[in-house]
């Protein structure tokens, strides 16, 4: 067997490639999620936001009950 | 994106379009899905570029204290969601005499069917195709002979809202705002785009099907505003209007065939949502558990997976049983809920999509960031506006001078 016989029994088709990557991207996404992301430190202002988020969902579920309350008597 | 059209939200376009006509409306739908599909293309691209859920990725991110806030919102909202996903279905078939329980029965059945495949392709194209059938509704509208020519000033010419800002017109506002932007897509969307594998390649096709299902849903969500006109032409009584009510009052207009399309169209929106939303619970809870949570896996390695989708499924089930709910008023209120929880889903969203240390260069550019800070500030503002109308009913009025 000549050099480039050898070479050329290596070579994949491009099915193939797309078939052997196919099969192992599921372990590879597996892989990377078991890295875990490091924690993000929230600003001053990331928190204001969030918390005002907070109140005004808590305020506003408030007035939905009230409406549910005022609609039914 | 079909999966949004759910048995509520299709309940609000047809409320819509019996109260109010088209003139506001078409448009207003119209930006609506524009706000859905700005969003959805974020969670596509979060979670290709971080192979994790929605749920995963704030808990990593933020830390459980923020997590779990997030959580309670998707649980409450889900949960209240699927309560009115299952209102649909027993509505729609109470129109061929089906009884409730043998609808809650059948939507079981199938949801246990369609997740058997332990495959998210099968699960998906099943799902797709059961979705297919939303587009029902655009032949209905054509029963309905829609006054073309009035379509298109809608179109052109955007039509104040009818009776001004009041309590009723601020609540149908936000019930179609929850009916296409709500935080349960922003969660299963990206937990689907994980479990489907996709990677930064795949990115174009995702927001290719993100447009596709966009405007195939705007396409079925205009048409049913459409269907219902005529309720709101011919001055036809829509304030107690029950589910099913719409197509037997839609029946002198389009027929019984038409009627009975209508109801089916009603019975698919409600199934489709009804195994997406179950879904959503399910991918959340694993995430979060850090149990196996895929459609991928056979029920033996995902019995916690399978379990929160059944068992969510099936106590929704029981509680849609219990006789006179006022099921569009339900159905209505459950929108609003979503809409007034979408601003810190969203705000979230925003931050993580815009985090480069996760993102790399895949981070939002300047012009989504906009759109979505706009849409943001939309949503946030519609609520303040529901909030007073309901504390002070009469201010819009005395505002305005009426």
């Given at each position: 067997?000549?050099?480039?016989?050898?070479?050329?029994?290596?070579?994949?088709?491009?099915?193939q490639?797309?078939l052997?990557?196919?099969?192992?991207?599921?372990?590879?996404?597996?892989?990377g999620?078991?890295?875990?992301?490091?924690?993000?430190?929230?600003?001053?202002?990331?928190?204001?936001?969030?918390w005002?988020?907070?109140?005004?969902?808590?305020?506003?579920?408030?007035v939905v009950?009230?409406?549910?309350?005022?609609?039914?008597? | 994106?079909?999966?949004e059209?759910?048995?509520?939200?299709m309940?609000?376009?047809?409320?819509?379009?019996?109260?109010?006509?088209?003139?506001?409306?078409?448009?207003?739908?119209?930006?609506?899905?524009?706000?859905?599909?700005?969003?959805?293309?974020?969670?596509?691209?979060?979670?290709?570029?971080?192979?994790r859920?929605?749920?995963?990725?704030?808990?990593e991110?933020?830390?459980?204290?923020?997590?779990?806030f997030?959580?309670?919102?998707?649980?409450?909202?889900?949960?209240?969601?699927?309560?009115?996903?299952?209102?649909?279905?027993?509505?729609?078939?109470?129109?061929?005499?089906?009884?409730?329980?043998?609808?809650?029965?059948?939507?079981?059945?199938?949801?246990?069917?369609?997740?058997?495949?332990?495959r998210?392709?099968?699960?998906?194209?099943l799902?797709?195709?059961?979705?297919?059938?939303?587009?029902?509704?655009?032949?209905?509208a054509?029963m309905a002979?829609?006054?073309?020519?009035?379509?298109?000033?809608?179109?052109?010419?955007?039509?104040?809202?009818?009776?001004?800002?009041?309590?009723?017109?601020?609540l149908?506002?936000?019930?179609?705002?929850?009916a296409?932007?709500?935080?349960?897509?922003?969660?299963?969307?990206?937990?689907?785009?994980?479990d489907?594998?996709?990677?930064?390649?795949d990115?174009?096709?995702?927001?290719?099907?993100?447009?596709?299902?966009?405007?195939?849903?705007?396409?079925a969500?205009?048409?049913v505003?459409?269907a219902?006109?005529?309720?709101f032409?011919?001055?036809?009584?829509?304030?107690n209007?029950?589910?099913?009510?719409?197509?037997?009052?839609?029946?002198?207009?389009?027929?019984?065939?038409?009627?009975?399309?209508?109801a089916?169209?009603?019975?698919?929106?409600?199934?489709?949502a009804?195994v997406?939303i179950s879904?959503?619970?399910?991918?959340?809870?694993?995430?979060?558990?850090?149990?196996?949570?895929s459609l991928n896996?056979?029920?033996?390695?995902?019995?916690?997976f399978?379990?929160?989708?059944?068992?969510?499924?099936a106590?929704?089930?029981?509680?849609?049983?219990i006789?006179?709910?006022?099921?569009?008023?339900?159905?209505?209120?459950?929108?609003v809920?979503?809409?007034?929880?979408?601003?810190?889903?969203?705000v979230?969203?925003?931050?993580?999509?815009n985090?480069?240390?996760?993102?790399?260069?895949?981070?939002?550019?300047?012009w989504?960031?906009?759109?979505?800070?706009?849409?943001?500030?939309?949503l946030?503002?519609?609520?303040?506006?529901?909030g007073?109308?309901?504390?002070?009913?009469n201010?819009?009025?005395?505002?305005?001078?009426?």
């Amino acid at each position: 067997m000549t050099g480039k016989e050898h070479e050329h029994q290596h070579e994949f088709s491009i099915e193939q490639t797309i078939l052997v990557l196919s099969a192992l991207e599921r372990d590879q996404l597996t892989g990377g999620k078991k890295q875990r992301l490091p924690r993000r430190h929230l600003k001053g202002l990331e928190v204001i936001i969030l918390w005002s988020l907070r109140v005004y969902l808590l305020f506003m579920m408030a007035v939905v009950v009230y409406q549910i309350w005022s609609g039914a008597r | 994106m079909l999966g949004e059209n759910d048995g509520p939200s299709m309940l609000s376009y047809a409320a819509t379009g019996a109260k109010f006509g088209i003139g506001f409306f078409i448009p207003f739908i119209l930006l609506t899905f524009l706000m859905a599909i700005v969003v959805q293309e974020m969670t596509v691209r979060l979670g290709a570029a971080t192979h994790r859920g929605h749920a995963e990725l704030i808990f990593e991110r933020f830390g459980p204290f923020w997590g779990w806030f997030s959580m309670i919102d998707l649980g409450i909202g889900n949960f209240l969601t699927l309560i009115t996903e299952f209102i649909a279905i027993r509505a729609g078939l109470s129109f061929f005499g089906v009884p409730p329980w043998l609808a809650m029965l059948g939507t079981l059945v199938l949801l246990y069917t369609a997740l058997m495949s332990h495959r998210y392709w099968t699960w998906e194209r099943l799902t797709m195709a059961i979705a297919a059938f939303n587009l029902i509704f655009i032949p209905v509208a054509l029963m309905a002979h829609p006054h073309w020519d009035a379509v298109g000033k809608a179109l052109l010419v955007w039509k104040p809202l009818p009776g001004g800002l009041t309590k009723d017109t601020l609540l149908i506002v936000l019930a179609d705002i929850g009916a296409t932007v709500t935080p349960w897509m922003i969660f299963f969307q990206q937990s689907a785009t994980v479990d489907k594998g996709l990677t930064r390649p795949d990115i174009p096709f995702g927001r290719i099907d993100t447009i596709i299902g966009g405007v195939l849903a705007a396409a079925a969500a205009i048409a049913v505003l459409l269907a219902t006109a005529p309720l709101f032409a011919l001055h036809m009584t829509a304030a107690n209007y029950q589910a099913a009510e719409f197509a037997q009052a839609l029946e002198p207009v389009i027929g019984h065939a038409g009627a009975a399309l209508f109801a089916l169209g009603i019975v698919e929106a409600g199934i489709v949502a009804a195994v997406t939303i179950s879904t959503s619970s399910a991918y959340a809870f694993g995430e979060v558990a850090g149990l196996p949570h895929s459609l991928n896996i056979p029920f033996k390695e995902g019995k916690s997976f399978y379990g929160v989708l059944f068992a969510c499924a099936a106590v929704v089930a029981g509680i849609v049983l219990i006789p006179s709910l006022p099921l569009v008023y339900v159905v209505l209120v459950v929108n609003v809920i979503a809409v007034l929880a979408m601003p810190p889903a969203l705000v979230f969203l925003f931050m993580l999509v815009n985090d480069r240390e996760i993102m790399g260069d895949l981070v939002s550019p300047l012009w989504a960031n906009i759109l979505a800070g706009i849409i943001v500030l939309l949503l946030t503002a519609a609520g303040i506006l529901f909030g007073i109308s309901v504390i002070a009913p009469n201010i819009f009025a005395a505002l305005s001078g009426r």
